[in-house]
């Protein structure tokens, strides 16, 4: 920046800090997309992330490594009290995994197991396959699929709907005697593409393996149940639980000049599942938010309130990154003036929601209301919806406890496609949306940090 | 069928087939079409197929699988002189392969070793990795790829274009040092899937290993060399070609009652790479040639000319099935009245190409009108357009010589996102598509049996 661009930048900065109206922010939005377009900085530190590090389960040396890395680069930012506050996380591994139809004819599964899975015996599990839609058609089935690997072959209608049956269906199926439990992977696309996730066993049933298989493989097994077939597979699978790990949630500040005590929060999760690289899921969230922060200080916008950011750990297998921070910062919880969670990939931001738990419907909507008057700060970016909604997984538990949480919306038209997959990489990623959304998030990030309002 | 409904039938073969008449064919389409979609046999077969044979690379058991089920096939429609004509095929084996990736940091990568492709020492190759856009960029680096693995980073522009650095990129590596070589999938979108396919070697320069990785695995590695990283790779492929092996085409007919002598072929190929399933490349082809004849059997239509189904073999890496039938047929050219030939996958019909390589334009011309008067034919299938064009592999080597070929040319607005990949599988064919693929192939096929038309 030049001596005269540097005036300019810090004249402009001190108006905006005396200012209070909203409509008074546009100017700094304009200008804070125009040095994310310029720097693209949220896509450099994505390719960096997914190229260098790559994906990042809890507890993988993986996720140290992305957790100095991020303090390097809050720092270099010009971020303070940057610090990572320490959580201890599950540690799940996958090990080596492989299953194979033998029955009725030899085919190769592409598998992914499920997080927190125990692994088969010593040389496999070989059983038979029972497929089912439901939980209703297996509860139907009842004792039957003693002895069997239940496959949920349930089509995609939605990740809401669809999910539960990678959740819970291990637990379900060993309630009726199975050994093993299939899921087809939840996403409405495929390339012979698994996808893995978290899922979750009931103490009162024994632990069995379970992995997903892809649109393709459940299928097939459901025409060959049609035609009168016995299936057979082979389950191969060295997943286990070692004991927690010391991880910890990454945390840069820019300090407020005139309320440094009140505090808003731009947040994803630094962790991702141990295939592709977590581009979208989260890398694209953390990156916006760490961006989001970086631009405010390059164009040393003031902020009165303090504008901190938050990387998460562990949101996938355990959530202990979120939970953790609430139970470190509960004392704050009133002068925590929102908390925005990223958590939906990379594509272009249409809306943010402002989840408010414990506030009667007239104070949502009053709230609502004053998170609108900050709209004047979004109008560089074309339409983003402010609406009432969900937040995210990380800022959950602080917002069930009436911290103000607001949801970054994305859309979302091919997450899902690659969610939890090999297939989230880097490459899916549009330079110019990282860029955008960082803008966004720091336009009304600022907004709210220079405004009276609070939601709560 | 009930006796009253089977006079009539007879009763309309035997008046059409006196008919010569095109226009007078389309009462028969339209019952093609209605028997196709009653039964939906191709559908049912391809099923099969892929299920419980899955795919079937030349020299593989599952293709002696195929060879032996699809003469029962062909007998239980009611074809005669269903046989296997013998030909000796290429046997490579890909064994076991993986690659990974050392620096700058450690990434599994997904590959699929290319069909000819010699395989790594023991123990694997450890090389680094220069990545290229082109052949030109190749040819400027020379020697300094000596020692080196080329990884041919090429953006998809349709498969005539880009193939080629499959099919050539070991041997134009080779020619300057390169001990490995890698090819982006050859393929417009990618779920982390790699696509193989054939290659070829030089002869005057050593067999380098060679094999493809996915998009993001490629763009990955050229952001590395961007970035000026030093990216080393091991490579690990188990990959040989054994003694060439027993195959045959397997070939069936309803004999003409006219014109027994003079031939209309309809074919595909049965075997596929050695992943997915094979369902589009090209058990979709040749379960609709199949289904083709057995709805003009099932309907009693007398053909005049004889109408042969060939599914060839060894498409993929030899052509043997197509050369094979060509060395044996020879004495039977001038009565091959077309050669139907679809391997474009199951999506809908919308061209017949006529494919003549030694009519002089005049006569091109000249055979387009006679194809265009069986056009009625094919009324109650939407838009077909016939047209001049290229034909298909297996039946390339009789067209070089003069047979017309005609190609079945489908939509194939995803065919080659799952072209040759473990993703080609059954779940992506629309039945109705293969129901009215295999009626419309049967429509022209009939009405050129009844014709007076030749090509030649």
Known sequence: ??????LLSLLTAATLAAQTSPEALHPASERLRAEAFRTHGAYEDLAWLCDRIGHRLAGSPQLDQAIAWAQTRMKAAGLVNVHAEPVMVPHWVRGKESAE???????RLNILGLGGSVGTPQGGLTADVVVVGSFDELDQLGSAVKGKIVLFDVPWKGY??????????????????AVGAL??????????TPHTGVMEYDSAFPKIPTASVTLEAATQMRRMQARGERI???????AKTLPDAPSANVVGEIRGTGKPEEVIILSGHLDSWDVGQGAQDDGAGSMIALEAARLIQALSLKPRRTIRVVLYTNEENGLRGGLGYRDAHRAEFKNIIAAFESDSGSERIKAFSLDLRKATPEAKASALASLKKLAGALEPFGPIELRLGGSGADVGPMVAEGVPGIGVGHAATHYFDIHHTHADT???VEKDDLAHNAAALASIAFALAQAEVRFH
């Open 426 to 428: 880097f490459d899916k």
């Open 1 to 6: 920046m030049n001596p005269s661009r540097c």
């Open 183 to 192: 899921v087809r992977s939840v996403g409405p696309v495929s390339l012979d």
């Open 160 to 177: 809401g709907h669809t999910v539960v049956y990678r959740h819970d269906g291990a637990a379900k199926a060993a309630r009726h005697g």
């Open 101 to 107: 139809l033998l029955l009725p004819a030899p085919h």
């Open 232 to 238: 057979r597979m082979k389950l191969e699978m060295g």
